[in-house]
């Protein structure tokens, strides 16, 4: 099963001419030259980018997600490849109501008409993982029902293997790919789709997010029924709006655009200055507009979290380079340990500048606030600046709220409407009230910890040989990573001699 999945995936790369980008790395063109005599048949049009997505496209659903998260690294891919891949489409045909009915019942045990009042054949929205049904519980509530698609596990399983596979000898034969991290680039991508099997991890999501929003009057988020959730299904309230996409629809309900544009930029920044916690998924297909001008958030299986050194970051970075203070911003990245100390300040200032300061021959209001934070990304690489996980999920979240927001306000100023939330913000991080409310914060710690401070000293004063130890254990668990590496080497070259005897086989007969 898994040797023809991979024989597919060889086919489809060569009829959309992938190999040539890997054998670009070849500066003498002696390979490119040889390849092109060999398949000299095939003719391409069409950019390299436009080829890569089509050839996602064809390999089904999982590889089209993998290159939706793949366009959020701007920092690691060319922006031509990068801003095609923004344009996949999760586009999935549902799976037959039966099977997502023994799901439900899997988990009640019992008929689904006993569970609910009554329940909606026809799915309202598919996706690649789960699909969505509306239904109506015992007391009348409306809800929507997300169900996991049956299989779906395995179909994961198979396809991360391959990917996995891939980035390895993309890591070993590639001399650009090293620089792309494959391996981290799929082992973070396999991270979001266990995180998404897991509906009660997005139901826990939705319900903090509710919590976050009590009794705003900016953003709806639906109600989650605990009673009803497991792991392959979740169930929450049924929302009532108009997708954000549809303006002329918005419009005609009298929703005001601009001050709806405005009220986007304000949640995302309360999200992530209040609360650490946002919604890394706010394409158009995830937002409706209320009847009363709210945002309503749906699908929160990916949802980024950020520390308070995240969040003092990315203020003092904000703040300094609209204020066009350089050194400000390379200090910021120096003290949050994003580039390495012995950075030298000035070098890391000039090259900022030399970035940033032609984007201020435009008005304020053409700058991108999620390219600037692309561009300090890109500038950082240079001086080692290993770009966090949860950075990548905001600057991607930054360019989808950017997106709505001028597409429903085409004069919208994102500076002048997230400058005060940001000065109020920072404003609130020094001076004595911040200090007194951090004092309060560690004051349960301290009273634990003070107390076995001598004996910790004591303890530790007294075992010296526990870091000689501990260098021992790193050293064991480097040669076994080394051994490891051989091992996949020579399965990768296994694998591809299996694939040659295989499609010999086929064209054979």
Same mark, same amino acid.
């Given at each position: ?57 064809? @390999? ?87 169900? @996991? ?262 004069? @919208? ?87 040659? @005897? ?8």
């Amino acid at each position: 099963m898994r040797l023809l999945r991979l024989a597919k995936i060889v086919i489809v790369s060569l009829r959309f001419g992938l190999d040539r980008m890997v054998l670009t790395a070849d500066r003498s063109g002696q390979l490119v030259r040889l390849w092109r005599i060999v398949f000299f048949w095939r003719r391409f049009s069409e950019p390299r980018a436009v080829r890569l997505r089509r050839a996602l496209e064809s @390999l089904g659903p999982i590889f089209v997600k993998f290159g939706q998260m793949l366009s959020t690294r701007r920092d690691l891919l060319p922006l031509d490849i990068a801003e095609e891949l923004a344009l996949l489409q999760d586009r999935v045909p549902p799976f037959p109501s039966e099977e997502a009915i023994a799901v439900i019942e899997k988990l009640y045990g019992r008929p689904v008409d006993e569970v609910f009042a009554e329940f909606e054949r026809t799915p309202v929205a598919s996706a690649s993982v789960a699909q969505v049904h509306f239904a109506r519980l015992q007391d009348g509530t409306e809800v929507a029902i997300k169900v @996991l698609r049956p299989g779906i596990e395995r179909v994961i399983a198979h396809d991360m293997a391959l990917l996995d596979a891939g980035a390895t000898l993309l890591d070993r034969l590639w001399p650009e790919g090293r620089r792309l991290k494959p391996r981290e680039v799929v082992a973070e991508f396999a991270k979001h789709l266990r995180d998404e099997l897991d509906l009660m991890r997005e139901a826990a999501n939705c319900s903090q997010l509710r919590r976050n929003f009590t009794d705003s009057k900016l953003l709806v988020v639906p109600e989650v029924y605990w009673d009803y959730c497991g792991k392959s299904v979740m169930v929450m309230e049924r929302m009532h709006g108009v997708p954000i996409s549809r303006t002329q629809a918005l419009r005609a309900q009298g929703t005001d655009l601009s001050a709806l544009s405005r009220a986007g930029v304000e949640i995302f920044f309360t999200q992530v200055f209040r609360d650490g916690f946002f919604h890394a998924d706010m394409h158009p297909g995830n937002i409706f507009v209320h009847a009363d001008g709210r945002y309503i958030a749906l699908d929160f299986g990916i949802m980024g979290t950020l520390t308070d050194v995240d969040k003092n970051y990315l203020a003092q970075n904000f703040l300094a380079f609209f204020q066009r203070d350089y050194k400000r911003v390379a200090q910021a990245h120096i003290d949050a340990g994003w580039v390495p100390a012995h950075t030298r300040v000035d070098e890391f200032e000039s090259a900022i500048r030399a970035v940033c300061e032609p984007i201020f021959d435009k008005p304020l209001k053409d700058i991108s606030f999620g390219k600037t934070l692309l561009r300090l990304f890109q500038t950082a690489r240079r001086f080692e600046m290993e770009v966090q996980p949860q950075l990548v999920l905001l600057q991607k979240t930054l360019l989808n709220i950017e997106g709505l927001g001028r597409q429903l306000d085409p004069e @919208l100023d994102l500076w002048t409407t997230a400058k005060p939330f940001l000065e109020r913000w920072m404003g609130k991080q020094v001076g004595f009230g911040a200090l007194a409310r951090h004092i309060k914060e560690e004051a349960p710690f301290w009273a634990t910890a003070l107390p076995q401070l001598p004996r910790l000293i004591h303890h530790a004063l007294s075992t010296p040989d526990r870091i000689e130890a501990a260098r021992r254990d790193m050293a064991r668990l480097a040669s076994a990573q080394r051994r490891q590496s051989f091992a996949l080497s020579v399965v990768g070259v296994l694998l591809a001699a299996l694939l040659a @005897l295989e499609l010999w086989r086929l064209a054979g007969s």
